[in-house]
């Protein structure tokens, strides 16, 4: 909910006071209820730490701090929840709305939908579970999960970054301090880089002869440089795992009744693409 109603370039983020406001404050509240619940968590942590059995990196950062002073590398106990809030907040809405992405696209291009299931019944068959080191092995499958990410990136916008220094670029002049947004949408579908980019083609990710992906300069849909997405492989990992295992056992549909649903989206923080009705159907 908060991540689907502000976006990075909020207008509260100037004007504050509208924190006080009956939306905002409703936002905030919610917000607050995150916080409380992840200050729980890290408590329970440290009433019940034990150094020869690290847990999760709350342990990691607990085994690592054991007083309140921070340093570049290490978070104060007291901000531990925040490392883990921001864990939360980068990585929670982002894949699940890119495995949403996944299930509506493959509604609107059933061909991709058999062809990836075609694949996996021939490598791995309807009895095991796919894992993860199946991965290599799904050419096809790998390159619709990256043109699912290409078609509908969640992260069309990255957080605003600011200018290191005084910078020129083409003829502007960006001064030190000048906040930035990056539109990573217009770079995943510049018809500089993308042949017919309006157009879903999971094979533009597919070597010639089809039997490994191929990643263009211009697929970055998890950023670049030095502030790029921390959370890449594992949001990899559980698009590859959610997407086999789902498309193994289900063949997806819109319900007959529905309306064609809308694949513009919505923006918030992260590109959703809103609410709309599915049939699992079991294969
Ligand atoms: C499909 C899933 C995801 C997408 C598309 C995505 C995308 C992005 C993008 C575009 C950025 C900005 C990069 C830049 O400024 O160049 C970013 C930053 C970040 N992501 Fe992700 N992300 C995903 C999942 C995750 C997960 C699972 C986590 C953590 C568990 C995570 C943690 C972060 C963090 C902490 C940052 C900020 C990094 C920094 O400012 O240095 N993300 N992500």
Redesign the pocket.
């Known amino acids: 909910m908060v991540m689907s109603k502000l976006s990075v370039s909020s207008v509260v983020l100037k004007i504050p006071k509208l924190w006080f406001t009956p939306f905002y404050k409703s936002l905030k509240k919610q917000t607050g209820e995150c916080i409380s619940f992840l200050r729980g968590v890290v408590e329970h942590h440290k009433a019940t730490f034990d150094s020869n059995d690290i847990r999760d990196i709350i342990d990691v950062h607990l085994q690592d701090n054991d007083d309140e002073c921070g340093t570049e590398e290490k978070l104060p106990r007291s901000l531990i929840w925040r490392g883990i809030f921001?864990?939360?907040a980068?990585?929670?809405d982002?894949?699940s709305?890119?495995i949403l992405w996944g299930i509506l696209l493959l509604t609107q291009y059933p061909n991709v939908q058999e062809k990836a299931q075609q694949e996996i019944d021939d490598l791995i068959g309807r009895e095991r579970p796919p894992s993860l080191p199946d991965r290599l092995r799904l050419p096809y499958v790998a390159a619709t999960l990256m043109e699912i990410?290409r078609f509908r990136?969640?992260?069309c916008f990255?957080?605003p970054?600011a200018a290191s220094v005084d910078t020129e670029l083409r003829g502007y002049t960006i001064l030190k301090g000048t906040p930035v947004w990056?539109n990573?949408y217009a770079v995943l579908h510049s018809p500089k880089h993308w042949k017919d980019p309006e157009e879903f083609i999971p094979e533009r990710f597919l070597s010639a002869d089809g039997k490994r992906t191929e990643t263009p300069e211009a697929f970055?849909?998890?950023?670049?440089?030095?502030?790029?997405?921390?959370?890449?492989q594992?949001?990899?990992m559980?698009?590859f795992l959610f997407m086999t295992n789902l498309l193994q056992r289900f063949t997806f549909k819109i319900p007959k009744e529905d309306p064609k649903p809308n694949l513009a989206g919505e923006l918030g923080i992260t590109l959703s693409p809103g609410r709309f009705r599915i049939c699992a159907v079991n294969r």
């Open positions: 921001d864990l939360f980068a990585g929670t982002t894949t709305n890119a990410q990136p969640v992260g990255v957080p970054r990056v990573l970055i849909p998890f950023g670049l440089g030095s502030r790029i997405c921390i959370g890449e594992l949001a990899r559980e698009l």
